[in-house]
């Protein structure tokens, strides 16, 4: 009885000295685009008065347009790029020389063939890139700060977990509150300093990766 007592202690004691598997894993990485939370006003002392602006208050010219820190904005996002370039080189060079023995003379057994030489090099190159790229969605952002010329820097993102994989979207740039239209929506092209992000991991992603074997071939190939 003794001894299966002490076995038990001594579980107990190995599991508790053991870090628990929740708390041992990392907390995720910010990615810098969390959303921001409204900022509590201080309470004001009560006067007596039935209006109170720091509960709430929107000007009848401004509505419910968002103006504040946490309010909530929508990003269409409509953008599309096009890019071409193209490099022509082309090169010619050549030279030849010739020398005449003397018909009598030490050096006359010399053959007139055998002492003409020539050079030529010719140098041809051609290159040609193109990229077309283009994004239509939709995000929500929120305001993480407004500033006094205007404007508002909205941050945001969205996460979707499918079966294959988890993919995001993410963005931030600086925006007119005039801009916002009274659906809360503004266009991405009339956003400043805007940074977009579209990535994911998973299956799918892997498989449109090269390997690391040939990403190693293709360091220390001279081709």
Do not use: C, H
């Not at 004001?44 to 509505?63: D, T, V, W």
Request: hydrophobic share 40%.
């Amino acid at each position: 009885m003794l001894r299966a007592a002490g076995a038990i202690a001594a579980a107990a004691a190995i599991s508790a000295a053991l870090p628990d598997p929740a708390a041992a894993r990392k907390a995720p990485r910010p990615s810098g685009f969390e959303p921001t939370l409204p900022v509590e006003a201080a309470p004001l002392p009560a006067n007596g008065s039935i209006f109170q602006a720091s509960y709430g208050y929107a000007a009848l010219y401004e509505g419910n347009r968002a103006r504040r820190i946490g309010d909530p904005v929508t990003i269409r996002l409509v953008e599309s790029t096009t890019a071409s370039k193209s490099v022509n080189s082309k090169s010619n060079k050549g030279g030849d020389a010739s020398i005449t023995p003397p018909s009598k003379g030490p050096l006359s057994f010399l053959n007139p063939n055998a002492l003409n030489a020539s050079s030529s090099s010719t140098f041809n190159g051609q290159g040609n890139a193109g990229q077309t790229s283009s994004l239509s969605s939709t995000l929500a952002v929120t305001i993480a700060e407004v500033r006094p010329n205007g404007t508002a820097l909205v941050r945001g993102e969205k996460q979707m977990m499918l079966s294959q994989g988890d993919e995001w979207v993410r963005f931030s740039g600086i925006v007119r509150l005039v801009d916002i239209d009274a659906d809360n929506i503004v266009l991405s092209t009339r956003i400043a300093d805007a940074r977009m992000e579209y990535s994911g991991k998973g299956a799918l992603q892997r498989a449109s990766k090269q390997g690391w074997l040939g990403r190693f071939f293709n360091i220390i190939s001279p081709f």
